[in-house]
T-cell receptor, first 115, second 113 residues
């Protein structure tokens, strides 16, 4: 059974703290994604990675960085958390080639509150 | 860049049919997806269209017109459990050759008795 695991479901952090959100997939997928979801704004792409050590900015990369040192793990880093980064963060993965087009898998989400 | 539009909210009656529309503008198109998301949960895949026409899967169907930048999701024989958000997403082909999935803001569907 396919699995995308986000290490923390609920986090509360203070403004200015460095925050790590971890995501691990066990499907040997090349592509991994980080989104955030906010009411009225939908799912917005922060960063994605198409291979180990490779990354590309999404629509809202400001205030975030990512790390992909191993194929199965994609980390989202908030260098200095701010209250406007309070959100639900979703990790997803997908193989490089998917003939059916439907094989994107989501983790369960991480709810981050910055106070 | 991309722009994906869908209605914010819709209400429909149990047993009825509802159509959720999605229009999109992208610099490079590589497929359109529909996802269902219940409150507090991750999105789950419903359908995928890459060619024009209708794809049917049980009570759910999805239509695509690439020339019009238009898709719809059709839900038949609505059930209370269909109350959820429905997300339209476009797989965008970037100049880098990468194909991230970009989502619309979602349509919150309420099914009433």
């Amino acid at each position: 059974d396919v699995k995308v695991t986000q290490s923390s479901r609920y986090l509360v952090k203070r403004t200015g703290e460095k925050v790590f959100l971890e995501c691990v997939q066990d499907m040997d997928h090349e592509n991994m994604f980080w989104y955030r979801q906010d009411p009225g704004l939908g799912l917005r792409l922060i960063y994605f990675s198409y291979d180990v050590k490779m990354k590309e900015k999404g629509d809202i990369p400001e205030g975030y960085s990512v790390s992909r040192e191993k194929k199965e793990r994609f980390s989202l880093i908030l260098e200095s958390a701010s209250t406007n980064q309070t959100s639900m963060y979703l990790c997803a993965s997908r193989p490089a080639t998917d003939s059916s087009g439907n094989t994107i898998y989501f983790g369960e989400g991480s709810w981050l509150t910055v106070v | 860049g991309q722009n994906i539009d869908q209605p914010t909210e819709m209400t429909a009656t149990e047993g009825a049919i509802v159509q959720i529309n999605c229009t999109y503008q992208t610099s490079g198109f590589n497929g359109l997806f529909w996802y269902q998301q219940h409150a507090g949960e991750a999105p789950t895949f419903l359908s995928y269209n890459v060619l024009d026409g209708l794809e049917e899967k049980g009570r759910f169907s999805s239509f695509l017109s690439r020339s019009k930048g238009y898709s719809y999701l059709l839900l038949k024989e609505l059930q209370m459990k269909d109350s959820a958000s429905y997300l339209c997403a476009v797989r965008e082909l970037l100049v880098t050759g990468n194909t991230p999935l970009v989502f619309g803001k979602g349509t919150r569907l309420s099914v009433i008795a």
